[in-house]
């Protein structure tokens, strides 16, 4: 009668460790990422081919006011260095709902090609794995971003990991509160290691802009 009970609890055990293996790596793989990420960029080329407000319009002498709303896309972000079809749209906004969909800028950091501090986070896995290999990128690799009035083309400076609680990295000049910026950074965060559950690191890359061009 034992050896039968414990047969039934190894048993049991076993086919709720497969149901959880099994949602692990629904998550992981997350089949609808794809089409969840073609919808946004599709959004955003719609976008760009209307006219832009008067009010955003490029002038001479200053970079153009991007427009953006809370979950909705803005900008394309490139790393030929993760890939080289790699490029995700980027919403408004760093809450859990909105990085479910990708990259997210983070609310109050500066805006693509702006002075200061343009910060976008991500998942390492789930919503398409995006910054999956965040860590593995060196100084001197490239990281482009375009919006509807330009691409703005930063090299990449350093990568470090910090404690989830260390906001200094969202500085306008990153890591250097309180100094004030004269140049255009990029910082993209991520969690590490990569798991499913919290860790209280994060991987952060840091760029200085280097050129504007044309989208």
């Given at each position: 009668m034992m050896r039968k009970a414990v047969a039934l609890l190894a048993g049991a055990l076993i086919a709720a460790g497969l149901v959880v293996a099994g949602i692990t790596a629904y998550k992981v793989i997350d089949p609808q990422a794809p089409a969840r990420e073609q919808a946004l960029q599709q959004q955003l080329a719609t976008q760009w081919?209307?006219?832009?407000?008067?009010?955003?319009?490029?002038?001479?002498?200053?970079?153009?006011?991007?427009?953006?709303?809370?979950?909705?896309?803005?900008?394309?972000?490139?790393?030929?260095?993760?890939?080289?079809?790699?490029?995700?749209?980027?919403?408004?906004?760093?809450?859990?709902?909105?990085?479910?969909?990708?990259?997210?800028?983070?609310?109050?950091?500066?805006?693509?090609?702006?002075?200061?501090?343009?910060?976008?986070?991500?998942?390492?896995?789930?919503?398409?794995?995006?910054?999956?290999?965040?860590?593995?990128?060196?100084?001197?690799?490239?990281?482009?971003?375009?919006?509807?009035?330009?691409?703005?083309?930063y090299v990449v400076t350093g990568e470090h990991v910090v404690r989830y609680t260390d906001v200094s990295v969202l500085a306008p000049v990153p890591g250097s509160p309180g100094a004030m910026p004269t140049s255009a950074h990029i910082t993209l965060i991520t969690c590490t290691p990569v798991t499913l559950l919290f860790t209280p690191w994060r991987v952060i890359v840091t760029g200085v802009l280097t050129a504007t061009g044309a989208r």
């Amino acid at each position: 009668m034992m050896r039968k009970a414990v047969a039934l609890l190894a048993g049991a055990l076993i086919a709720a460790g497969l149901v959880v293996a099994g949602i692990t790596a629904y998550k992981v793989i997350d089949p609808q990422a794809p089409a969840r990420e073609q919808a946004l960029q599709q959004q955003l080329a719609t976008q760009w081919k209307a006219p832009a407000p008067k009010a955003t319009a490029p002038t001479a002498g200053r970079v153009p006011t991007v427009t953006v709303r809370a979950g909705q896309p803005f900008a394309l972000l490139r790393i030929p260095a993760l890939g080289r079809d790699w490029k995700f749209a980027v919403v408004e906004g760093a809450t859990l709902a909105q990085l479910s969909t990708g990259p997210g800028h983070v609310t109050g950091t500066q805006l693509p090609g702006q002075v200061g501090n343009f910060a976008v986070a991500a998942h390492d896995i789930t919503a398409g794995n995006p910054f999956l290999h965040l860590k593995s990128l060196r100084a001197g690799m490239k990281i482009y971003v375009t919006t509807r009035y330009a691409t703005y083309t930063y090299v990449v400076t350093g990568e470090h990991v910090v404690r989830y609680t260390d906001v200094s990295v969202l500085a306008p000049v990153p890591g250097s509160p309180g100094a004030m910026p004269t140049s255009a950074h990029i910082t993209l965060i991520t969690c590490t290691p990569v798991t499913l559950l919290f860790t209280p690191w994060r991987v952060i890359v840091t760029g200085v802009l280097t050129a504007t061009g044309a989208r």
